[in-house]
């Protein structure tokens, strides 16, 4: 038997040690949460997703009786910009989450099903999205989809 420990980095930041290109990128993700579409939970997230051409995507949580035909704001983002600039690579992905009138102290944490997607959108273009995580108290950026989702399963995985 061998045991592992898998480790990961984030850094923790006040919004004013934050650059210009991240708070942009977090600004539109806060100002999302005002179209989220979240009659069920009231958990309104927003998210950004920035090109490398400069284009700014937003989502948004879009929400449906049948609870799980919703879609989380991130895949929401990701989606949309695949969709619309299926060649330009997603470098900045900008997440927040408002619930209770305001937003939350701590980040929202992405779900499973939306690392997956990061994953393979950092994949596809062969290149680091990084990942900002909103909260009143403080900002979590991971330099990488990948240092939120440890033993990635990727195309590469289907080979065998
Ligand atoms: N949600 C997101 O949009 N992103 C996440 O990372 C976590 C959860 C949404 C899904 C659902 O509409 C609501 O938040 C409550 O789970």
Known sequence: MKEYNLTTKMR???????TDEQREVLEMAKEQTKHSYCPYSGFHVGAAA????????????QENAAYPSGLCAERTALFAAGAQYPDQPVTRL????????????EPGS?????????IETEHRYGGKMEVLLY?????????????LLPLIFVSENLKG
């Open 110 to 118: 992405p779900c499973g099903a939306c690392r997956q997607v990061m």
């Open 12 to 18: 923790a930041y006040k919004w004013d040690e934050l």
């Open 50 to 61: 920035k090109l490398a051409n400069g284009t700014l995507i937003p989502g948004c949580n």
């Open 135 to 147: 909260g009143e108290d403080a900002t979590w950026v991971f330099e990488s989809a990948a240092d």
């Open 94 to 105: 900008g997440i927040a989450c408002f619930t209770g009138g305001h937003f939350t102290k």
